[in-house]
């Protein structure tokens, strides 16, 4: 008998400063460990803590992961104090993560928010290696200054990419930012995809990703090719600790990642 | 000599009897006792208790009614480790599997919640899967009911129909033994000098008058308790889903103690957590209650239900849709023991009344 409960023995190879409280860790996995984009990790701080991830990194990578993480809570302060050289557990992968397949011969919408850029990352990565079976690829993403963007060069550079509309905003600019200003809802108006039949993954904080959930649904996008990652809280992680339920789902097991019509008539899927 | 079949198996019923004398069970369980952790019901000031069997002096009671124990705690310990530093063994996977003898019917049926939730191939939990394929179920009849039983409302009967390997009903002298599985069927050939094949009809007829009996009164009890139509629970869940002040009623008494989850044969919410000793870690399960304010919420600080009436009808909802939705079975077995438990007198049958408007 397999122990789902068991954690994989994990090196910290490098911890870069995103924001003052955003930390990306590149992880050394002591054992074969893959993933696919939008499945999550639940990453260890030995005897203290265990939280859930998503992966920010390409999935194709096999020998290490990324993973950013936002300090928020118990476990997010002692992840945050780790330095190179030091062990975490890693166990995973967990959920179902983004139904790449589906997104085959369409049009293609991703939103994100915030630190809804980590998983995001996972997923244009993904797309970017499947770019060729995809029509229109969309990329819309804000967050609230330009201090708290995530992977900032490395969007610049997707910037360029002629296969790929993207646009940036944050809610407020500072001096040297020249893009746009607003709630990312309003970067999604120039749009131009076959909307009846585009795919659209929203990932970001939860007031976010209802607005843009809203958002794309005025747009005609339909609620059942909305994909939304949903953050709930997860302790186990394979859908037997009973704490991520969604209606007749769990968040870690049939998750995170729904379609807008299969949780939209659950209560408090934003909070 | 020809042994009678496993109802299930031959599809038929028998002739003859088997029958177990009181004492017979107690030698039965002192040799059992060398493979199992064998665990009998007392009875105590609160009611049956599980204890370690210790020998014939135990002085145990296979009948009676449902222990205030609930039987997951034999099979998903309260507190138990999970993982030890990185090693992918099991914890105490050497530990003798739990014979438990005098299982009642409602408690059984909590096992068709729990075998749903932790039994599969990929992600199955290790220590319970490996104390429900190794342990022994010796079940019996109820033959009392308590203040708070209220089995037939959830469509059961106050004696086991499945779930068991060998069942005990208690009768004058001894028990009538009916097996329940082929881990049953080996037991009582294996045991053959203490399980007797009689045929008599009149133990047949005690064992039957007995089970008419004590589901009448439970019956008595469930009327007087209005508790809705079985058929009816689900719909009436679903249809008060928006009623916030039926919710807000129902939970205003509440406290948050988590005692209705703890005791509940079906609650199977847990947490795992860290502990560090020295040069060592381990992981942790722990019981986890879904009526307390944070059980849900996130990191983030975002609390899908912040509101105690929301928790209440989460457990409702849980219960009465969810469980019958993917497994098909209500997660209520009607054992009562949430009742008894409650501080602030939160009585399940007085809500499941109050939805039915």
């Known amino acids: 008998m397999k122990n789902p409960y068991r954690s994989i023995k994990t090196e910290v190879l490098k911890v870069t400063t995103e924001t003052p409280t955003i930390k990306t860790f590149l992880l050394k996995p002591g054992e074969k460990l893959t993933f696919r984009p939008g499945q999550f990790m639940e990453m260890s701080v030995p005897g203290v803590g265990e939280a859930p991830f998503t992966p920010s990194s390409d999935s194709e990578i096999k020998e290490t992961m990324e993973i950013t993480i936002v300090k928020v809570g118990k476990v997010t302060e002692a992840i945050h104090d780790l330095k190179p050289g030091d062990t975490v557990g890693l166990r995973g992968p967990l959920g179902k993560g983004y139904p790449m397949t589906k997104f085959i011969g369409q049009d293609v919408i991703v939103v994100g928010g915030g630190v809804g850029l980590a998983p995001i990352r996972t997923l244009m990565y993904g797309l970017f290696h499947m770019r060729d079976q995809i029509d229109k690829l969309v990329y819309r993403a804000g ?14 550079d997707w910037m360029k990419r002629s296969d790929l509309d993207m646009k940036l905003t944050v809610d407020q600019a500072d001096e040297a930012w020249n893009g746009p200003v607003g709630v990312v809802t309003t970067i999604m108006d120039d749009i131009d995809v076959n909307f009846s039949r585009a795919r659209a993954v929203v990932c970001g904080p939860p007031i976010m990703m209802k607005f843009a959930t809203f958002k794309l649904q005025e747009l005609g996008v339909k609620d059942r090719n909305i994909y939304l990652s949903m953050e709930k809280n997860m302790s186990c992680g394979f859908g037997k600790c009973g704490h991520c339920r969604i209606g007749p789902y769990y968040c870690c097991k049939d998750g995170p990642v729904f379609t807008y019509d299969m949780i939209r008539d659950y209560p408090g899927i934003w909070e | 000599m020809q042994y009678p079949l496993d109802k299930a198996e031959s599809g038929s019923y028998f002739f003859f009897m088997i029958f177990l004398k009181h004492a017979d069970l107690d030698e039965l369980l002192d040799s059992l006792s060398g493979d199992y952790h064998v665990y009998v019901p007392v009875n105590t000031a609160r009611g049956a208790g ?17 222990s205030f124990d609930p039987l997951k705690s034999f099979y998903f310990l309260g507190r138990e480790k999970v993982a030890e530093d990185f090693k992918p063994d099991i914890p105490r996977k050497n530990d003798k599997p739990p014979c438990m003898v005098g299982v009642k019917s409602c408690d059984l049926k909590g096992f068709k919640i729990l075998d749903f939730v932790f039994i599969d191939e990929e992600f199955g939990d290790p220590t319970y899967m490996k104390a429900r394929r190794d342990g022994l179920i010796i079940s019996s009849d109820c033959t ?7 089995c037939t409302a959830v469509n059961l009967n106050p004696w086991p129909d499945s779930q068991f390997d060998i069942n005990l009903s208690p009768v004058d002298g001894g028990f009538v033994v009916e097996l329940g599985s082929g881990k049953g069927k080996k037991l009582v050939e294996e045991y053959s000098l203490l399980f007797r094949n009689v045929e008599d009809v009149k133990l047949d007829g005690a064992v039957k008058e007995n089970r008419k009996a004590v589901k009448k009164e439970v019956e008595v009890r469930v009327a007087e308790k209005n508790i809705p139509a079985y058929r009816r629970l689900e ?11 039926v919710w807000e009623e129902s939970s205003r008494n509440c406290v948050e103690c988590g005692a209705c989850n703890t005791v509940c044969p079906t609650c199977h919410c847990f947490l795992l957590y860290e502990q560090k000793t020295d040069d060592k870690f381990a992981r942790f399960r722990v019981w986890d209650s879904c009526m307390i304010k944070d059980f849900a919420r996130v990191a983030g600080g975002e609390n899908p239900r912040a509101r105690l009436w929301m928790r209440l009808r989460n457990r409702f909802d849980k219960k009465f849709n969810y469980f019958p939705e993917v497994a098909g079975e209500i997660a209520c077995t009607g054992c009562g023991r949430c009742i008894a438990a409650c501080p602030g007198k939160i009585d399940i049958r007085e809500v499941l009344a109050r939805l039915e408007v």
């Open chain 1, 143 to 156: 967050c609230r200054n330009p201090g708290e963007l995530l992977y900032r060069s490395e969007l610049e």
């Open chain 2, 50 to 66: 599980y204890t370690r069997y210790r020998g014939p002096g135990t002085d145990y009671a296979v009948g009676g009614i449902r």
């Open chain 2, 144 to 150: 009392a009911v308590g203040e708070n039983c209220f």
């Open chain 2, 235 to 245: 719909r009436i869940v679903t249809k008060q889903y928006e009623n916030m002040e």
